[in-house]
């Protein structure tokens, strides 16, 4: 079945230790998006990237980076995970409708990645 | 500045009623809105999309509706299971990607 892949599931790292976090799909949606979600609240969007164009949100804080190498592939990286920083971390896709004037589809998810910081 | 708000936090009710989960937003200038489940410690499951020219969207026992004018939006479950237990969240698209999300309902189904 066309799905969002997530791996790990479970991630662990230390304090100030970098990792990385990756995600799959097999849906050829243009649109890839991570999201942090923290326990009872709704997700933070992050950034997404429109094709190869990366958006940044503007509060999304510099210890937070992306590479979408490919269609089918977006990684998301926290050089230096601080304590705050654990959570659920989600990746979604949609497909764009209206020809880069920004409306998509449904957005998919993945199963996400719950990241616990020693 | 957009913001949505759902209403109750948590809901509790016995297996077999109809319910109704309540979505408002503050800017009825949307693209569209979503009704998502989250089980726990899992990611999120699209159950409805409702077009801001749509009034409803139907899938199974799940009925969703939408009042832009009021900035309201309802998600109706029938004849509730306890399998129908998980957060439900509402997202509002308000311009290009980005999705505005309310803070969810917790819904437990007592058997």
């Known amino acids: 079945d066309a799905m969002v892949i997530q791996n790990p599931r479970y991630q662990v790292t230390q304090f100030g230790k970098p990792v990385t976090l990756s995600c799959s799909q097999t849906?050829?949606?243009?649109?890839m998006y991570w999201y942090q979600q923290k326990s009872s609240q709704a997700p933070k969007l992050l950034f997404h990237?429109?094709?190869?164009?990366?958006?940044n949100e503007a509060d999304t804080p510099d210890n937070f980076q992306s590479r979408r190498p490919n269609t089918s592939f977006c990684f998301l990286d926290i050089r230096s995970p601080g304590l705050g920083d654990a959570a659920m971390y989600l990746c979604?896709?949609?497909?764009?409708?209206?020809?880069?004037?920004?409306?998509?589809?449904?957005?998919?998810f993945g199963p996400g990645t719950r990241l616990t910081v020693l | 500045k957009q913001e949505v708000t759902q209403i109750p936090a948590a809901l509790s009710v016995p297996e077999g009623e109809n319910l109704v989960l309540n979505c408002s937003f503050t800017?009825?200038?949307?693209?569209?809105l979503q009704w998502f489940r989250q089980d726990p410690g899992k990611g999120l499951t699209s159950l409805l999309l409702i077009q801001s020219s749509q009034r409803e969207q139907t899938s199974g026992r799940l009925n969703a509706s939408l009042d832009k004018s009021s900035g309201r939006s309802t998600l109706y479950i029938a004849a509730s299971q306890p399998g129908d237990s998980a957060t439900y969240l509402c997202?509002?698209?308000?311009?290009?990607?980005?999705?505005?999300w309310g803070a969810g309902t917790k819904l437990i189904i007592k058997p």
């Open positions: 849906l050829n949606h243009n649109v």
């Open positions: 990237y429109y094709d190869k164009d990366f958006n």
């Open positions: 800017d009825s200038a949307i693209y569209n």
């Open positions: 997202a509002v698209r308000h311009s290009n990607y980005q999705l505005i």
């Open positions: 979604a896709t949609s497909r764009d409708v209206a020809s880069g004037r920004g409306l998509t589809d449904t957005q998919y």
